[in-house]
């Protein structure tokens, strides 16, 4: 089972989290700011390894938390 750690309540099981998804990064080479705002909601890298992700502590102190995951263990990073 997959354990976040919130840090306003410890470390939590995953079902008490709602995923938000990657924090995405967007390419300097888009300079227009509608293209900038599409590409920052809708493309993803789905990278392989470490990805930075918000989590929304639902169950608990319903706050949002940047979390590390690598995507290949399917493990928090500290």
Not at 17 to 26: M, R
Not at 37 to 59: K, P, S
Request: aromatic fraction near 12%.
């Amino acid at each position: 089972m997959l354990w976040l750690s919130c840090p306003n309540c410890g470390s939590r099981p995953i079902e008490e989290f709602g995923f938000g998804g990657e924090l995405p990064t967007v390419p300097d080479r888009i300079t227009d700011p509608n293209e900038r705002d599409i590409d920052y909601v809708w493309m993803f890298d789905n990278l392989e390894g470490i990805t930075i992700e918000r989590w929304f502590h639902q169950a608990g102190c319903r706050r949002w938390h940047t979390v590390e995951r690598n995507t290949i263990t399917d493990s928090v990073e500290p």
